[in-house]
């Protein structure tokens, strides 16, 4: 049994921002649609750089603009069963445009913009995911999670790819399911440590599964952002990780389908 869509975010900057006076340079946003009765989630969360100048900014216009370009086609009928590859490296073009203007504006480069970039889209049926860069896409399976992707690192420690790259075509990673996805999560790679298993290259579940468990039975899941800040803050987690850190919650199973 499913009941609606109930969803929950948090990003709190890193132990090492913090202590040179930077903000948080993580951005994730939720969306709920309701196109002729049905329900459709959208799903973005960004990383910006440490490296770039304009990091906090870029994460936040690529995650607007792509709400907002993927909202207008499913707004028009675009069913989420008929989104191809192409439609999906669109809207990062379209995303990547707007950076690129920003970046014009101030005499600035679209670099100075760089972020890691993961969405998710969802509907009754079906559901299309993309990645470029670390961080990761987590779904709920009657058997436990699996990662829709597995980050993505580069040649060097601790390096990644960025929607500015001049390769992030290349680099796009998209997959689409033909099938009900009722759970969901999205990390920046500030709780890759913690959520993931490198080894196996699985995921961590007893990270998630009480997170989950809790927006279940939440009949407000606003009152689980304090919490939720909280923990993401904890000296237990920044015990294993200085980075920022984003977490993205969304859940549609009521709580008589918990897991044991």
Partial sequence: MTTKWKHLSGSTAGTSHEYNGLPCQ???ECRLLSVETTPILIVVC???????SQAEIGARLACKSFLDVASTALGNGLRVAEIARQQVLHWHEEARARLSGEAGLLNLEIGDYACTF????VSHDAAVFSQIGDGAIVIGRDDGYQTIFWPQSG?????TFFLTGSDFA????????DHDVDELALITDGLQPLALHYASRTVHSAFFAPMFESLRKADCPEELEGPLEEFLRSQAVNDRTEDDKTLVLATRRSPSNDRP
């Fill in 26 to 28: 993580d951005y994730a």
């Fill in 46 to 52: 960004a990383d910006g750089a440490g490296s770039a």
């Fill in 118 to 121: 993961l969405t998710a889209i």
């Fill in 155 to 159: 040649e060097y420690a601790n390096t």
């Fill in 170 to 177: 290349e680099r796009l990673e998209v997959r689409s399911l």
